[in-house]
């Protein structure tokens, strides 16, 4: 994938010129696949926000999904994928207008989701002293849309939740 090779190529190129400095390449490699995957889904999310001119709906959809995600965890696809079809949801997600009802559904069911497998770790990295309070940040979070009654926000989470449920294999992104 394009993304990952890129950030292979620019942890080999860092180590190249400083092989004493911090890190591995594997390390660097995965840090800069991080920041590619979020400056590329960002910026995808901008080109096309505006091109179906979506573009405040598109941010406020991209953030959502990012911030239950932070705390939530989930499914992990290949960073070059995962920035394309974050980009393309978070742009595409505005167009879907949802009824009063479904926004509460949707909420609930995201809600029931989060109380029951947040967090979900397919790739636990680093322990915080954060971590029992993670699934009831994503609790909150849902929580917060009840009020909020956001289409973008609803569906955003409702996505996310799908992506916490443990039936995810390391085969379809789980790692």
């Known amino acids: 994938m394009i993304l990952e090779r890129l950030s292979r190529r620019i942890a080999v190129s860092i180590k190249t010129a400083d092989p004493e400095g911090p890190g ?4 660097l490699e995965y840090e800069l696949g991080l920041r590619l995957n979020w400056y590329t889904g960002l910026l995808l999310t901008i080109i096309l926000g505006v091109t179906f001119g979506t573009i405040l709906g598109a ?3 991209l953030f959502s999904f990012v911030a239950i ?3 939530s965890g989930g499914v992990h696809l290949p960073i070059t994928i995962c920035s394309i079809v974050t980009g393309f ?9 949802l009824n009063y009802e479904t926004i509460i559904l949707l909420n609930i069911v995201s809600l029931i989701i989060m109380l029951i497998y947040a967090p979900n770790e397919f790739e636990y990295v680093n322990p915080t002293q954060w971590d029992k309070w993670l699934k009831w940040i994503s609790v909150s979070l849902v929580l917060g849309n009840f009020l909020i009654k956001s289409s973008e926000i609803s569906l955003a989470f409702f996505i996310q939740a799908i992506l916490i449920l ?8 789980g790692g």
């Not at 591995?24 to 390390?27: A, K, L, P, R």
């Not at 949801?89 to 207008?97: C, D, G, S, T």
């Open 69 to 71: 995600r932070k705390f």
């Open 166 to 173: 443990p039936v995810w294999t390391k085969r379809e992104g």
């Open 59 to 61: 941010l406020i959809t």
């Open 24 to 27: 591995t390449i594997e390390i």
């Open 89 to 97: 949801a978070a742009a595409l997600i505005p167009l879907i207008n």
